[in-house]
């Protein structure tokens, strides 16, 4: 008796901690789906990314039901509930691991390199009403900064320079008076002559690439925490299951 007493308490204490980190999870979701960095839509040719903070969303809600599932069950003590219980947190214990490894692995994969050709092939300067131009006019202002590398990057072979072949350079590589507000630029035409005072020469990568970090991290840790909370959980549900009558 004391066993199975102490049984339930650790199912409780577990789904408890299951529920936090579906919160938890949940809480990124919205953050990433936010996007306070604007940094979603940059990923043009990556969906998985790009949809990421809504992945989080759902695992996030589900965990959060399912740590509810778990307490209501044990205090029930019904058999049907635990099994349930049992089999759905194995399944997003597999989808998590999977989750968990994807996040790591896209860790590794954020170079310049990658950033470079969606810029070239994408970015079509200052009056584009496209999303990715936008976001990246945004940044660039924002972050007093030009491109991936720098100026080059808007030279031959892109998108841009097809585009403005007499321009070197977007509007949003020039210095201004107040970057935050997007103010006015300083001199424009000192900014295309390269003028150092009036132009941004470093590129965005390492910020942006921070940022990303930041947002993989995070997850990662997270979905880390929870599989190991869910291991117990899924444990303490068999030992009750085969110990209720």
């Known amino acids: 008796m004391a066993v199975l007493m102490f049984m339930k308490y650790m199912m409780f204490l577990f789904n408890g901690l299951v529920f936090m980190g579906g919160i938890c999870l949940l809480g990124v979701g919205i953050w990433i789906v936010a996007d306070p960095d604007g940094f979603q839509s940059l990923f043009t040719s ?7 903070g809504y992945i989080l969303l759902i695992v996030g809600a589900a965990l ?33 691991l999977v989750g968990v490894i994807l996040a790591l692995t896209y860790q590794k994969m954020i170079k310049q390199e990658h950033f470079l050709v ?15 131009s936008q976001s990246w006019n945004t940044i660039m202002i924002a972050l007093s900064c030009c491109g991936i590398t720098g100026l080059s990057d808007f030279g031959n072979r892109s998108h841009f320079h097809d585009m403005y072949p007499a321009t070197p350079w977007p509007d949003a590589c020039c210095r201004r008076d107040d970057p935050v507000l997007s103010g006015i630029i300083l001199d424009k035409q000192e900014c295309m002559q390269n003028k150092t005072d ?12 921070r940022s990303l970090k930041k947002y993989i991290s995070l997850s990662a840790s ?11 959980a899924m ?7 085969y110990n209720f009558d």
Do not use: H, W
């Open 222 to 232: 997270i979905g880390l925490s929870a599989l190991g909370i869910q291991m117990f």
């Open 64 to 96: 959060s039901l399912l740590g509810f599932l778990g307490c209501f069950g044990a205090i029930r003590e019904n058999k049907p509930l635990l099994l349930l219980f049992f089999l759905l947190i194995l399944i997003f214990f597999i989808v998590e």
């Open 118 to 132: 969606e810029l070239k092939r994408f970015y079509k300067g200052d009056n584009s009403t496209e999303v990715f």
């Open 198 to 209: 009036f132009v941004n020469n470093q590129g965005c990568f390492i910020t942006i690439a």
């Open 235 to 241: 444990f303490f549900s068999l030992c009750l299951y």
């Open 46 to 52: 990556n969906p998985l990314l790009s949809a990421g």
